[in-house]
């Protein structure tokens, strides 16, 4: 995984609360074998007309927001199904930084497996932001993990929480099941303990039946 | 020793590793895999040269994608054949247990984990999707996760996790004539709202929820996560036991007297403190519909579309006014009164039994409007289908106009050919409004398998109580 230390880049600016992972990346593309390619993708409904046409009344398709990599949003982002297409299309667009007042559970988790920071700042701040990236072309962001800030170059400056874990985890840009598997004699004893008092935690192969045709 | 609710006893009895200021290593009883989020899962696997640890405790289905008629014949999408080739290698080369396409066991994978019995109290359990917070209902810690976590699951067996908030959602009083499981989720929804959960896991409680079939509860824990929870469970009783024994996965004889006996020991002690507490009387609840593009934009089937102007603050206004163009409807318009094109009974929150049967009820003798353009019934899996076969439910269905089909998540998700056409709109037994779910452009209204059945008949929606018939069995 790529880490994340800081990042500055262009906003751009997604005003919805509640923007679900369908609307990231639509169900008929969630039958792909592969992790790459959805960037061109997202938000597909919303971004192309028919004909794959860009629609130019969805905001990414603003010429002044191309080549965004600061995504600012509204409350709940991710919520919904907990496909990883959806933060995979984010960072393949070119986010690497998504802010909002407030993620859905398996979106957050999700993105800090992609090496995409997400942010949770306050509905005020939030609303700052958003009057900032309207008033003026090419607005920036700096996301800076290590100092757990977000900057302009106008003296904005918020803190943002994050755990101390996964902030690591990031930074670092870890294999998180190579870190697990540095505990592989707790996990073998886990088994052994548990299996003779417990053969309800262990399949009961009895036979079912075997497939018609 | 401290009262511990059932999420933290649980829990406890699953943590492998744990360290201050770290998330704790989880083992995890069992994994459930399907085409659509496992294939990276299986690439990531190989091109690190890991091994699948636990293949005996990784179930593996076909379900999301697969057709729901002609399944004998050749496969034209040839995304959805790729998916089905990938999964059918990766079980064969790592000896995880399959029920393919054709297989007697197949199903939604929500489904068939509970009815064969793989799903049981006192067990974590995953899945690459999000409504795996359904198995919950049998006393479970069951939570959707991303194709990442699958890997880790894959390769460990267990899972980092942080420990969850808890929410006592007690639904008191007894149910009405003419209201469903559905209808208590969906008022739930309704009232925490589609965050509401965001951080916790549901336990659902009151004379309500234990007036409730396993189904039922099912039902109930499926939605979880539409009001933001990873997870829903129910504390197991005398229902879940009687639910349980003789399925194929559940110990049989003396050792089923004993895990009834540690499953005993789970429901959550008395005094067991809780992050937060709503209650709900479910006396006092209306068959609900949903008029806007998520869960928590639902009302009483004898309510209105609402204003968006009657919304306190800009954040709703704005979602409702987005909400109510895509859906094309006018605020006030009484919800009996909104025409439907499309009727879809199925997906795994409301394709049991239980709900064929209370549907085949509704619609026994009589006829799908002429207005309609389809009533499609897709049970959760081959052995409902059986099953409802026997009783003659195909029968009262297609003789009532419907459409019936092989098991799948179908129309619910339409990444097979249940595809329901842009500008359309469709009373669904499913669980996701949202914008272009059942196919771009899309309508979706979310009832209860009664309200389903019923607006088939009539072309729009009705209220089911004026039917008098009981919202279970």
Known sequence: MQPFTNHT??????????VDTDQMVPKQ???????????????????????????????????????????????????????EHAPWGILDYGFRVVIAPSFADIFYNNCFKNGILPVTLTAEQMDELFKRTER??????????????????????????????????????????????EHEKAITAFEQKRHPQATMFEAVDVKISQPQN | ????????????????????????????????????????????????????????????????????????????????????????????????????????????????????????????IVCGDSHTSTHGALGALAFGIGTSEVEHVLATQCLVQFKSKTMLVRVNGKRPKGITAKDLILAIIGKIGIAGGTGHVFEYA???????????????????????????????????????????????????????????????DPGAAYDSVVELDAARLAPQVTWGTNPGMVTDVTGRVPDPSSFGNDVDRHAAEL????????????VTEIPLDRVFI????????????????????????????????????????????????????????????????????????????????????SNRNFEGRQGKGSRT????????????LEGHFVDVRKLNVNGSE
């Not at chain 1, 962001?141 to 990031?170: M, N, V, W």
């Not at chain 2, 997906?347 to 499609?376: F, I, P, W, Y």
Request: include cysteine; hydrophobic fraction near 40%; glycine fraction near 10%.
């Open chain 2, 206 to 268: 009151g004379d309500a929820i234990r007036g409730l079939s396993m189904e039922g509860r099912m039902t109930v824990c499926n939605m979880s996560i539409e009001g933001g929870a990873r997870a829903g469970m129910v504390a197991p009783d005398d229902t879940t036991f009687a639910y349980l024994e003789g399925r194929p996965f559940v110990p049989r004889g003396k050792d089923f007297q004993i895990a009834v006996d540690y499953w005993k020991s789970l429901p959550s």
């Open chain 2, 1 to 124: 020793m401290a009262a511990l609710t059932l999420y933290e006893k649980i829990w406890q009895a699953h943590v492998v590793h744990e360290a201050k200021g770290q998330p704790s290593l989880i083992y995890i009883d069992r994994h459930l895999i399907h085409e659509g989020t496992s294939p990276q899962a299986f690439a990531g696997l190989k091109s690190t040269g890991r091994k699948v640890r636990r293949p005996d405790l990784t179930f593996a289905v076909m379900d999301h994608s697969v057709p729901t008629k002609n399944r004998d014949l050749p496969i034209l999408d040839a995304d959805a054949n790729a998916q089905f080739e990938a999964l059918t290698r990766n079980c064969r080369e790592t000896g995880v247990r399959l029920f393919d396409m054709h297989s007697h066991n197949q199903g939604i994978v929500h489904v068939i984990g509970p009815e064969l019995g793989i799903t049981q109290p006192g067990q974590t």
């Open chain 2, 445 to 456: 209204h979310l009832v209860s398998p009664l309200m389903a059945a019923a607006a088939a």
């Open chain 2, 346 to 429: 199925g997906s795994c929150t409301n394709s049991r039994l239980e709900d064929l049967r209370l549907a085949a009820r509704v619609v026994d003798g009589k006829h799908v409007a002429k207005s309609l353009k389809q009533a499609l019934v897709v049970p959760g899996s081959r052995k409902v289908k059986e099953a409802a076969e026997k009783e003659g439910l195909d029968k009262i269905f297609t003789a009532a106009g419907f459409e019936w089909r092989d098991a799948g998540c179908s129309m619910c998700i339409g990444m097979n050919d249940d595809v329901l056409p842009a500008g359309e709109r469709c009373a669904s037994t």
């Open chain 1, 9 to 18: 880049g262009l906003v751009a600016p997604l005003d919805r609360v509640n």
């Open chain 1, 136 to 181: 003026k072309a090419g607005y920036q962001l700096t996301a800076d993990l290590e100092k757990q800030t977000i900057s302009d170059e106008s003296g904005l400056l918020y803190r943002f929480e994050i755990d101390p874990f996964r902030k690591h985890c990031l930074m670092k840009g870890l294999d998180d099941i190579g870190m697990s598997l």
């Open chain 1, 29 to 83: 593309f969630c039958k792909l074998l592969t992790r790459e390619g959805y960037g061109r993708i997202l938000f597909y409904d919303w971004r192309y007309l028919p004909g794959e046409k860009p629609n130019p009344e969805f905001v990414l398709n603003f010429p002044r927001y191309k080549g965004a990599s600061v995504l600012i949003a509204r409350a709940n982002f991710g919520c919904g199904s907990s496909r």
């Open chain 2, 323 to 334: 909400a109510l163009k895509y859906m094309g409807l006018q605020p006030g318009t009484p």
